[in-house]
């Protein structure tokens, strides 16, 4: 199966030092199904997003959208098209709807850009739609500010704006992080249904390894800004093969498990604690790592 968006390659260094953020990242988004990239702070996860939505552009390699190369995209308008074929939703639900704008309007400027067809009435009952498609109420929801929803409801209406464009590909950055535990498995479980229903390519990224068994069916951990696994999301998490992997499944926080601290080591054939992005984690000796995980 063709893949709808692929990387090839990926590089991306920052600065005159050009300290790598990002190095030889290649993977495949397919049509109806999810990616997890999994990986802790600085691992590079939302670097590799803003070079999929060409925000940035790579240093090296190749990113393809529908077979074409559009590495090299840079007239507005192209990238603008671009950006509408692959949408993105944000970490903060809050900072990415504009507080001046009622609901109705956050959905229906891009409906109009996109379908500028639709009469004023077509228009708001397809953001309404929208709404119900997220499982909003359109009655209660259109007319309200952001200021009125709340945070679950707001990722919500981001989420039903991206779809707004009928995109092909949905990468969500850290969609639930923001988000109260409680109600953060109801937002991604509205993730299915697009896959199922409207066919779009996910990419979900996450420093939380336990919720890509929710919504992806392939998981890639990245680690230093390198991929260190990838594989079938249940494979990866239940028989996990790279250190840094089960490091992090090690973290996963457990119902039981008393407070203070853990001290978790692992040996390594791989991974680079001077990778920058490693947090805490540390070489004690050639290969073998430690790391201190404060569980309260
Ligand atoms: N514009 C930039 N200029 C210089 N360095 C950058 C820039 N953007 C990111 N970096 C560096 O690249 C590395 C990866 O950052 P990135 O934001 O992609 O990580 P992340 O995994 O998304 O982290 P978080 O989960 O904390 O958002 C970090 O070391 C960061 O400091």
Request: hydrophobic share 40%; net charge positive; with cysteine.
């Amino acid at each position: 199966m063709t893949p709808v968006l692929e990387t090839r390659g990926l590089c991306m260094s920052f600065g005159a030092q050009k300290l790598a953020a990002l190095s030889d990242v290649s993977i495949a988004l397919h049509e109806g199904r999810c990616l997890a990239l999994v990986g802790e702070s600085g691992s590079g996860k939302s670097t590799c997003a803003k070079l999929l939505t060409r925000m940035l552009r790579p240093t090296e390699g190749t990113i393809h959208f529908g077979g074409e190369d559009v590495t090299v995209l840079r007239g507005r308008s192209d990238l603008r098209t671009y950006r509408s074929h692959v949408q993105m939703v944000f970490q903060d639900p809050f900072a990415a709807l504009n507080p001046a704008h009622s609901v109705q309007h956050h959905l229906e400027r891009p409906l109009a850009l996109h379908k500028p067809n639709l009469s004023r009435a077509e228009r708001t009952e397809a953001a309404s739609a929208l709404l119900r498609q997220v499982e909003l109420d359109p009655a209660t929801t259109l007319r309200k500010f952001p200021h009125e929803l709340s945070g679950g409801q707001r990722q919500r209406v981001n989420l039903a704006r991206a779809l707004a464009v009928d995109p092909a590909v949905i990468i969500a950055d850290e969609p639930t992080s923001m988000l109260d535990m409680s109600i953060r498995l109801s937002v991604l479980d509205m993730f299915a249904p697009l896959k199922r229903e409207r066919r779009i390519a996910m990419l979900y990224i996450t420093h939380d390894i336990a919720t890509a068994r929710y919504v992806a069916e392939e998981t890639a951990v990245l680690y230093g800004g390198r991929i260190v696994e990838m594989g079938p999301t249940d494979r990866l998490i239940d028989d996990p093969r790279h250190p840094y992997t089960k490091l992090l499944l090690e973290a996963v926080p457990e119902i039981g498990r008393p407070f203070g601290s853990t001290r978790l080591s692992v040996e390594a054939d791989r991974v680079r604690a001077i990778s920058r992005g490693a947090g805490d984690l540390r070489e004690v000796a050639p290969g073998h790592f430690v790391r201190e995980i404060a569980t309260n």
